[in-house]
Structures are given as structure tokens and as C-alpha cells.
């Protein structure tokens, strides 16, 4: 027997409900925010995550999936998205119709890492870009849409944390602020850091694991680095963020894992005890250089991911229920051949006309099929034996009140709508005249 990949995972039917809720929400805001998705390739060429000789961050370093193809084309499924979008953005020349492209992308990613809770070979990340402005509003506008997501999924004791990394004059002058500093702390470094004081040394300040040293904690801070128009637009920044009253921590070492960001870092953490270290569920950054480097116009730009699976698990953790099932509408149990066939045209009608609905296909009894009305909440069961055909009737019974009418054969569209409508179990369907949207 085959057996999945290491690092991979089924998303089985009884789990793939609240994959689609999550996804429901998520366009719902992006649409709010006016972000339009984009679905770019899973795999792209090698060199659009490997631009950089010097990036030294993990994910380009060691855990990309690179292959040749057949053709001996270098190939990389991709890690995370930004990088695919903003290719796409040149490629299609998104910046003539668009001077601000928002788009949003959702979908899976790829990294060679070890596996463990919550980390996969195979995961999930929604992200949004905005390429195009340099405002610190729109840098805002990525916070608060990230965090609107969390609080339609309950998720409201969150911490923002937010840095400047400065325009590439402050940064530059840091940069060798701080390899002077570390320079004279080697013995007490990581292995990975004393690579990185080579590499880039702004990553030093990202290491778990020398965070809690005296050296570490005394080193030179950004903000002591910012050149006046960096400064000015950081505190325009927090401005706008306390505008929309979003409390934040300006975080001195978040410095976030990739080469390319600029001015505004961030993170969303949740205070949700259980899930430890990965409490981090959105991180994002602006990247004013990275569409020129790709081989675009110099375009500004600003991004953010969630992944998914960790929004997933935290929403457990606070216990909201997203995969509810959803009630049937409408369950038919039929006795005898004859029946059966008359029972699934009139069921094919009813779900042309929008109504969910289920039979049995096994032959089994009436028990077994009064069970599988039940499992499946249905909110009307119909039976429908050879009796009942020959007088061109069928039993209905409305499962919330219990009780049991005849009606005649093909007025059980008909009857199912005004039940529904005069529950108000159709709201929906009320206000926007769609038939599918129905009571969920
Ligand atoms: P990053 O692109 O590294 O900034 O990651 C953004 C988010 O993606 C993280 O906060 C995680 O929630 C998620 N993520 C990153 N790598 C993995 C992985 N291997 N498995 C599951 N989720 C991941």
C-alpha cells in the first residue's frame, strides 16, 4: 500500500468544511478590503526564489524543493507566495491597468523542513500584496485586514508587534553597526549566527536561540539607526494604527526571516497558551525593492501570509466550531425499485432548483435510511413507497416540528420553500433572492 509523503497530510471530508468556511471568510474580507485574487503556478523557475546569492534566510538556503525537469529546466515549488505574485505582476504588466495592485492568493506551499505539530512539507498560506504605494495608510490597511480575519474567527486577544527596518540608506548604516557589535561577541554566537554576521546580519537579531544573552539584548536597536524620513514615516505609521485603534508593541528585534523587507515589519501573535512558540499566526512586511529586483519597474510594495493550518488550530483552541455540518434540506427514503427511480428525478429537480438533498444508494432499510436522514441533519425527510407513487403522493415530515403531512408528488419543492420561508430559515435566500444560499 502507498502511504502519503513524509510531511504531508489528508484533509478528509469531515475536516475539509471548515477549510471551505476559513476560505469563505477569508474572500469575504479580502473583498471588503477590495483585494482581488490571484492564482499563480505551484512551481516557478528556480531563480525566482533564488535571486540572492546572499540570502542566508533558512527557507532559500535549505528548504526549498528544487528538481530539474525533464527537459533539465531548474525548477522550485514554491515556498511562499509573495515571490510568484509579484513574477505574475511583471509578467502580465499589472502596474499599466493598476498604479496599486491588491491582490490576495491562497493556497499551497512548499518547504524541506522537519516535520512536527503544525509544520509540514506541504502547507497552506493566504496572503495579500499591495504593490504600488508607498503610503504608511495602506501599510495599515494589511494590519487591519489581517486582523479582521481573526476576529470573524472569535480570535481577539491578539498582540501586534510591529518594527522599522528603515529605507536602505538606514539599514546599510545599522547593518555595519552591528557586525562591528557582534564582531566582537563570535565566541558567544551560534553557528547559524556567525554565518549570518557574513550574510546578513540583520538576521542575528531574528535567532531563537542566542535572543536571551546579555550581548544579544544590549546590541545597537534600529530605531537609533533611522534616517529622519524613515523615522517620520514609522510614527506616521503608528499614527494611522492608533487612527483605527489597533494596539501594537514596537518589537526592536523583529527584523522578520526574509532579505528583502524594508521600513514596516510585523507580526500577529495570539495569546492562546497551547500553541506555545507557533503563536505567530500573520507576519508581513513592506518590500520596496523586491518588484525592481525581480525585474519590474521600481515599484513599492507591502505583503502579509497566514498559514493556514495554524489559523485552524487556534481556532480550535478557542473553541469555535467551524466545521458545523450543515443541514440537508431534504432527505428521500424510497421503498422498492419503482419508487426509487421516480425519487431521484424529483430529487434532481430539487437541487436544480437549489435545495441540498440526499438518498440512499445501497438498497438498505428503512431504519438504515431514517439514520442517514439523521446523521446528515436534514431538516425534511420525504418517503416515498410504491403506495404513495401509484396516487401520485409522497409522505413529507418537517424534522424540527415532527410532524408528517402527504403532499402531492411534485409539490415537494414547493412546499420545502414556503416551509423555509415561513421559519425564516431562509433569511438569506429572502433578502438576496439566491437560491442557494440557503439556511446553513
Ligand atoms: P513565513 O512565510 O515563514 O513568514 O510563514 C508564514 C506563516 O506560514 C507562519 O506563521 C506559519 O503559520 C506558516 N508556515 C510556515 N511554514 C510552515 C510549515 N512548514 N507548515 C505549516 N505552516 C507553516
Known amino acids: 500500500m502507498n502511504t502519503k509523503p513524509k510531511g504531508t497530510y489528508d484533509i478528509l471530508p469531515e475536516e475539509v468544511g471548515k477549510w471551505q468556511k476559513l476560505e469563505d471568510l477569508i474572500r469575504?474580507?479580502?473583498?471588503l478590503y477590495n483585494y482581488q485574487e490571484i492564482r499563480t503556478p505551484i512551481f516557478e523557475s528556480f531563480d525566482v526564489f533564488h535571486r540572492d546569492q546572499n540570502d542566508s534566510s533558512d527557507m532559500v538556503t535549505k528548504e526549498t524543493y528544487d528538481f530539474l525537469d525533464r527537459s533539465d529546466r531548474k525548477i522550485t515549488l514554491r515556498p511562499e507566495g509573495t515571490a510568484g505574485v509579484i513574477r505574475a505582476y511583471i509578467e502580465n504588466k499589472l502596474y499599466v491597468s493598476n498604479p496599486v495592485s491588491k491582490l490576495y492568493y491562497l493556497g499551497p506551499m512548499f518547504r524541506y523542513e522537519r516535520?512536527?505539530?503544525g509544520r509540514y512539507r506541504?502547507?497552506?498560506q493566504f496572503g495579500i500584496e499591495a504593490i504600488g504605494s508607498k503610503s504608511p495608510l495602506i501599510d495599515v490597511e494589511t494590519i487591519a485586514l489581517a486582523k479582521s480575519i481573526l476576529s470573524g474567527l472569535g480570535i481577539t486577544d491578539i498582540k501586534v508587534k510591529i518594527n522599522s527596518l528603515g529605507d536602505s540608506e538606514s539599514r546599510e548604516n545599522y547593518k555595519k553597526v552591528l557586525v562591528n557589535y557582534f564582531s566582537n561577541y563570535q565566541d558567544c554566537m551560534?553557528?547559524?549566527?556567525?554565518t549570518r554576521l557574513q550574510k546578513n546580519p540583520l538576521r542575528i537579531l531574528d535567532c531563537k536561540i542566542d535572543r536571551g544573552q546579555d550581548f544579544f539584548i544590549k546590541a545597537p536597536k534600529i530605531k537609533d539607526y533611522l534616517n529622519e524620513e524613515s523615522k517620520n514615516r514609522f510614527n506616521e505609521v503608528l499614527k494611522a494604527l492608533d487612527g483605527l485603534n489597533i494596539n501594537y508593541e514596537v518589537d526592536d528585534n523583529l527584523v522578520r526571516g526574509l532579505d528583502y523587507y524594508s521600513h514596516t515589519v510585523f507580526e500577529i501573535e495570539a495569546n492562546i497558551t497551547e500553541l506555545g512558540n507557533q503563536n505567530v499566526l500573520c507576519a508581513g512586511g513592506r518590500y520596496d525593492s523586491?518588484?525592481?529586483d525581480l525585474g519590474g519597474p521600481d515599484t513599492p510594495g507591502i505583503g502579509l501570509a497566514f498559514g493556514i493550518e495554524r489559523l485552524l488550530i487556534a481556532t480550535d483552541l478557542i473553541g469555535k466550531k467551524l466545521n458545523k455540518l450543515e443541514n440537508n434540506h431534504v432527505y428521500l427514503i424510497t421503498l422498492g425499485p419503482k419508487a426509487q427511480l421516480e425519487g431521484f428525478k424529483i430529487l434532481n429537480t430539487l437541487r436544480l432548483g437549489g435545495l441540498r438533498c440526499e438518498m440512499d444508494y445501497l438498497n438498505g432499510s428503512l431504519k438504515s435510511q431514517f439514520k442517514k436522514a439523521d446523521n446528515l441533519n436534514s431538516l425534511f425527510t420525504c418517503i416515498l413507497g410504491d403506495e404513495e407513487l401509484e396516487n401520485f403522493k409522497i409522505n413529507i415530515k418537517d424534522n424540527t416540528t415532527d410532524v408528517q403531512e402527504t403532499i402531492g408528488?411534485?409539490?415537494v419543492y414547493k412546499y420545502v420553500l414556503n416551509k423555509l420561508m415561513a421559519n425564516n430559515k431562509c433569511a438569506k435566500c429572502k433578502e438576496s433572492?439566491?437560491?442557494?444560499?440557503t439556511n446553513d
Open 28 to 31: 469575504k474580507v479580502c473583498k
Open 115 to 117: 516535520p512536527q505539530k
Open 122 to 124: 506541504q502547507f497552506h
Open 190 to 194: 551560534c553557528e547559524d549566527c556567525k
Open 290 to 292: 523586491l518588484v525592481k
Open 409 to 411: 408528488l411534485y409539490d
Open 433 to 437: 433572492g439566491d437560491k442557494n444560499e
